[in-house]
């Protein structure tokens, strides 16, 4: 069965401190898809990065991050110098090849204080 | 580029009343979701159309839950009769048409969302 755990239900930073959210997956499949979006308060669901199982390069955009490892079934991602629009609810993802859906964390909510 | 418009915002029902939510998706998108996602918790699928076909309900109540999208556009969403565990928020997303079976390009896009809350 295919599972993406959360373990963070809500984590408090003040403006400029980092922050790593972390997510663990289980799947079997060895073609599989990882993403990441954030919700802030209006609710939409904004797409961050998808990562393909293939690709365990980790990546970086300003000053978001993200670590993949396939050995401990981890995507964590991480801010750097948090400010306070960050605030939101985060989703990591998880998609079969075989399939178009998406299963879902349970997220974790940030608050960034100024 | 216009996003996915969803429609109500919000909607306050009675128990065992109906309701119905609207979805726009983006342009050329061929695949359109339903996610319900509830307080606290990630979206979950209800229902996935290709185009003006259902690719997976699995997870739909079909009892009381019923979606369509008969032009292969805009869908609609309907619950009847409401329960109180029905309270959450609905979310439709959309994606473009992967060529054959390549699923990597799939990217969902959402829209806001209803908030539904049944009395």
């Known amino acids: 069965a295919q599972k993406v755990t959360q373990a963070q239900t809500e984590i408090s930073v003040v403006e400029k401190e980092d922050v790593t959210l972390d997510c663990v997956y289980e799947?079997?499949?060895?073609?599989?898809?990882l993403f990441w979006y954030k919700q802030p308060p209006s609710g939409e669901l904004v797409f961050l990065i998808r990562?393909?199982?293939?690709?365990?390069q980790n990546e970086i955009s300003g000053r978001y991050s993200w670590n993949f490892q396939k050995s401990t079934s981890s995507f964590n991602f991480t801010i750097t110098a948090s400010q306070v629009v960050d605030s939101a609810v985060y989703f990591c993802?998880?998609?079969?090849?075989?399939?178009?859906?998406?299963?879902f964390g349970s997220g974790t909510r940030l608050l960034v204080r100024p | 580029e216009a996003g996915v418009a969803q429609s109500p915002r919000y909607k306050i029902i009675e128990k065992r009343q109906s309701v119905a939510f609207w979805c726009n998706p983006i342009?050329?998108?061929?695949?359109l979701y339903w996610y319900q996602q509830i307080l606290g918790q990630g979206p979950k699928l209800l229902i996935q159309?290709?185009?003006?076909?259902?690719?997976?309900d699995s997870q739909l109540p079909k009892d009381r839950f019923s979606a369509e999208r008969l032009k292969g556009v805009d869908s609609t969403l309907k619950i009847q009769p409401a329960k109180l565990e029905d309270s959450a928020v609905y979310l439709c997303?959309?994606?473009?048409?992967?060529?054959?079976?390549?699923?990597?390009?799939?990217?969902?896009?959402f829209g806001a969302g209803t908030r539904l809350s049944v009395l």
């Open positions: 990562r393909n199982s293939f690709d365990e």
């Open positions: 799947t079997r499949d060895t073609t599989y898809y």
């Open positions: 997303a959309s994606s473009p048409r992967a060529s054959g079976s390549d699923h990597s390009k799939n990217i969902q896009y």
């Open positions: 159309f290709q185009n003006n076909g259902v690719v997976d």
């Open positions: 342009s050329g998108h061929a695949t």
């Open positions: 993802a998880l998609k079969m090849d075989s399939s178009y859906k998406l299963i």
